[in-house]
């Protein structure tokens, strides 16, 4: 599968995007998807998954309340809608998939496929100024 991540751009801090994350060569709903960030001199870090049956999602604690992950399996697409945003979100942006369906289970396991996963795509921009 190919995942390419889209819909970034500038927004004033309390603005909201939708980031896209579309699928190529499988179906969306095979795997569990995941969104993660990586600001200027920072690690890359987990924001939100979605497990491949939609049943189970997760969100870091920075972003809980404020951001909505969700599939659209007839666009094959799966997307992060970000609201309120703050300087804080500034960061690319990406998406991947875990076969295993466990990155929704947690923190732990966000952290672990963040060691594992190696073929990371561009990724999308996140600019958060006023």
């Known amino acids: 599968v190919q995942l390419q991540a889209s819909g970034g751009g500038l927004v004033q801090p309390g603005g909201s995007l939708r980031l896209s994350c579309a699928a190529s060569g499988a179906n969306v709903n095979a795997f569990a998807i995941g969104w993660f960030r990586q600001a200027p001199g920072k690690e890359r870090e987990g924001v939100s998954s979605?497990?491949?049956?939609?049943?189970?999602?997760y969100y870091a604690d920075s972003v809980r309340g404020r951001f909505t992950i969700s599939r659209d399996n007839a666009k094959n697409t799966v997307y992060l809608q970000m609201n309120n945003l703050s300087p804080e979100d500034a960061a690319v942006y990406y998406c991947?998939?875990?076969?295993?369906?466990?990155?929704?289970?947690?923190?732990?396991?966000?952290?672990?496929?963040?060691?594992?996963?190696?073929?990371w795509g561009q990724g999308t921009l996140v600019t958060v100024s006023s």
């Open positions: 991947a998939e875990d076969p295993s369906d466990s990155i929704p289970l947690g923190n732990y396991y966000m952290r672990s496929f963040l060691v594992s996963y190696d073929h």
């Open positions: 979605i497990s491949s049956s939609d049943d189970l999602t």
